[in-house]
């Protein structure tokens, strides 16, 4: 019984770090590659000239707060520097994007 009292604790700590690496990731940075309509195709802020990179897409809304306003999609423009946050369980729909600096 003692075992399995300390694997539980185990697993439970596991799965807490897990939570918390994920978390910390959303804070990357981001370089705006194209805008297309409400997509947004972003790639990593430092990149090494002679490495492909594959480009995440992102869906914003008018819901979506860009800077602190609503519908402000007009701000955004390539090669800006971006930090953003998905909707709860909804990606690649955005809640927010900030500024990368």
Known sequence: MESSKYKIQF?????????V????????????VDIQGDQIFLGPD????????????????RKTRIYGKRDNRSVLKKH????????????????????GN
């Open 11 to 19: 697993l439970l700590v596991s799965c807490l770090t897990s939570f």
């Open 21 to 32: 690496l994920c978390a910390c990731s959303a804070d990357d940075a981001y370089v705006i």
């Open 46 to 61: 430092e990149q090494d000239p002679d490495a492909s990179y594959a480009l995440t897409e992102v869906t914003v809304d």
């Open 80 to 99: 800006d520097v971006i930090r953003f946050d998905y909707r709860t369980d909804q990606e690649p729909l955005v809640e927010t994007i900030e500024h």
